[in-house]
């Protein structure tokens, strides 16, 4: 074999190894970035995550009628687990009776149509109250000193990760004051894990109210964090003394 083509076979040889080490740490950067993924949501492969269905509320609804707004929300929740290598279960909110820790759990909708959310927000979140009603200024996330009100202009969706006792698999609550607002909390979820995971740790607790900007026009394409309320929300509020 001449010089030139041994030199020409080293090369090619320096190449392939090249490129397949190249392969190589990308292939294990995506796996890292997957692995943070699922820790994040508490889904490694193979396990199963409940998906908390909510009712809807509107003149003359089934008992067991979703909104179209929320279907759309839970369609996004099961591709999201299923990205992560996890079996999603749908469950009705007045099913789900089990404990916490053992399965990731998504609970979406209000607690009005949500008892299983109702639950929630009183154990994990007693500093956060969301009501709804069909009277002006009566569709309010108030969570410590501060309220948010739904009008024609915006909507909002108090968006929170719960971490159960003993390092348990996590608990996500997406409460919004609309089906457009429900929708909105799940998108952004789906796109901005990442940025949470590094903000508030891949085991922490937050909660955070999202801003939907004019539904009307934009459906819940716009949206924006209105309040980053963990503080207040995981604080029990002080009971109110009584003057006789």
């Excluded at 008992?63 to 469950?91: K, S």
């Excluded at 759990?105 to 709804?132: D, F, I, K, Q, Y």
């Amino acid at each position: 074999m001449t010089d030139s083509v041994l030199n020409v076979v080293l090369g090619l040889v320096a190449s392939a190894i090249s490129a397949a080490l190249g392969w190589l740490a990308q292939a294990l950067r995506r796996r890292r970035r997957v692995e943070r993924v699922r820790e994040f949501f508490g889904l490694p492969t193979g396990s199963e995550c409940l998906i908390v269905v909510p009712r809807s509320i509107g003149t003359g609804s089934h008992a067991h009628t979703v909104t179209r707004r929320d279907a759309y929300a839970l369609m996004w929740l099961a591709g999201l687990v299923e990205e992560c290598g996890a079996r999603p279960e749908l469950v009705a909110h007045d099913a789900a009776n089990r404990g916490l820790g053992v399965k990731t759990e998504l609970c979406l909708g209000g607690p009005v149509s949500n008892e299983r959310m109702a639950a929630h927000l009183t154990w994990g979140l007693p500093g956060a109250l969301v009501t709804s009603g069909p009277g002006p200024g009566s569709n309010v996330i108030v969570v410590g000193e501060r309220d948010f009100t739904a009008d024609q202009d915006q909507v909002h969706a108090l968006l929170a990760r719960i971490a159960t006792p003993d390092g348990g698999r996590p608990v996500f609550l997406i409460s919004g004051q609309t089906g457009t607002a429900n929708q909105a909390g799940v998108r952004y979820l789906v796109a901005h894990h990442r940025e949470l995971a590094r903000r508030y740790g891949r085991n922490g607790t937050f909660a955070l109210v999202l801003r939907v900007v004019n539904p009307e026009a934009y459906g819940p394409d716009m949206v924006e964090v209105a309040a980053d309320v963990t503080a207040e929300a995981v604080q029990r509020p002080a009971a109110r003394s009584t003057v006789v």
